[in-house]
């Protein structure tokens, strides 16, 4: 299990996502092209005309300002000009259709590339953060450690802090449950390795199901007397954890579907895998 994490190359510059907003815009519109020329059908026919050109980049930033800003889709709707239903009806049928994911995974395989690695990990890192939730989120529960009612987010990250794949439960599902349809979207990928995550982990049950997926669950202690303490790559999920709080959307979930949550964890890294690429030097892009 390497340790080491030698990310590539980028022009420096100040955390604005701003800035490159239009990097995530024109990463959207090469999927969507490529998922119409699969037969995907990224846009429901209908009497009215699909949105095109300069009107569909628009739709595409106002679901990034939902997940940016943590705007209401009634807000953004005034601001763009575009009806709100027609924006949640774009974002709910690209869900539905995995836009999402299937961009994630394509811009996490080109990261690894240009940091000299191969395009899928050899180990994943778990673990989970757990949110406040309004009540009108899909699913409520007390996390008895942290006091907070809501909602957590369960992920399995490689080395560089990238998703690999992403779940929700209510906070009072404990992690060696929350955590196993994580492990199941990982073995959907092909993956097949060593998962590490602190002492939360550890117990036969969950030992037993990651033997029979083929995943091999490392429980670690990552703390002694209230201090983190980073053992091997398992602090790189604590960063991916606080790259996603900067995206309003997800410190108070009002998601009434899980899929949306973890469309919305998706869109995040999609931002900032996208503003990577864009400031990739020219070494760290050369063969």
């Given at each position: 299990?390497?340790?080491?994490?030698?990310?590539?190359?980028?022009?420096?510059a100040?955390?604005?996502?701003?800035?490159?907003v239009?990097a995530?815009?024109?990463?959207?519109?090469?999927?969507?092209?490529?998922?119409a020329?699969?037969?995907r059908?990224?846009?429901?026919p209908g009497?009215?005309p699909?949105?095109?050109?300069?009107?569909?980049r628009?739709a595409?930033?106002?679901v990034?300002?939902v997940?940016?800003?943590g705007m209401q889709?009634?807000a953004?709707?005034?601001l763009?000009g575009?009806?709100?239903?027609?924006?949640?009806?774009?974002?709910?049928?690209?869900?539905?259709l995995?836009?999402w994911?299937?961009?994630?995974?394509?811009?996490?395989?080109t990261?690894?590339?240009?940091c000299?690695?191969?395009?899928e990990?050899s180990t994943?890192?778990?673990?989970?953060r757990?949110?406040?939730?309004?009540?009108?989120?899909?699913?409520?529960?007390?996390?008895?450690?942290?006091?907070?009612?809501g909602v957590k987010?369960h992920?399995?990250v490689?080395?560089?802090?990238l998703?690999?794949?992403?779940?929700?439960s209510?906070?009072n599902?404990?992690?060696?449950?929350?955590?196993v349809?994580?492990l199941r979207?990982?073995?959907?990928?092909?993956?097949?390795?060593p998962a590490?995550?602190d002492?939360?982990?550890?117990?036969?049950?969950?030992?037993?199901?990651?033997?029979?997926l083929?995943?091999?669950?490392?429980?670690?202690?990552?703390?002694?007397?209230?201090?983190?303490?980073?053992?091997?790559?398992?602090w790189?999920?604590?960063r991916?954890?606080?790259?996603?709080a900067?995206?309003?959307?997800?410190?108070?979930?009002?998601?009434?579907?899980?899929?949306?949550?973890?469309?919305?964890v998706?869109?995040?890294?999609?931002s900032?895998?996208?503003?990577?690429?864009?400031r990739?030097?020219?070494h760290?892009v050369?063969?």
């Open positions: 299990m390497g340790t080491a994490v030698r990310p590539a190359s980028t022009t420096p100040a955390w604005d996502a701003f800035t490159d239009d995530f815009v024109d990463e959207v519109l090469t999927e969507l092209a490529a998922m020329a699969d037969g059908r990224p846009t429901r009497p009215k699909p949105l095109t050109g300069a009107a569909l628009k595409i930033m106002a990034w300002c997940c940016y800003c889709w009634r953004i709707g005034q763009s575009i009806p709100f239903g027609t924006l949640f009806a774009l974002f709910a049928r690209w869900t539905r995995g836009l994911r299937r961009l994630l995974d394509r811009l996490r395989r990261w690894r590339v240009a000299g690695d191969t395009p990990p994943v890192v778990i673990d989970s757990t949110c406040r939730s309004a009540p009108s989120c899909f699913a409520r529960g007390v996390d008895g450690g942290k006091k907070i009612r987010v992920i399995a490689e080395k560089y802090g998703p690999l794949a992403v779940d929700a209510p906070a599902v404990h992690d060696t449950k929350g955590i349809p994580v979207q990982l073995v959907g990928k092909g993956f097949q390795g590490i995550g002492l939360g982990y550890r117990g036969e049950r969950l030992a037993k199901v990651g033997e029979d083929g995943i091999t669950v490392k429980a670690i202690a990552r703390g002694r007397n209230g201090t983190f303490i980073p053992v091997g790559i398992s790189a999920v604590e991916s954890f606080a790259w996603a900067r995206y309003r959307r997800l410190n108070i979930i009002v998601e009434r579907t899980k899929e949306h949550l973890v469309a919305f998706e869109i995040a890294f999609v900032i895998l996208a503003r990577r690429l864009k990739l030097t020219a760290a050369s063969p």
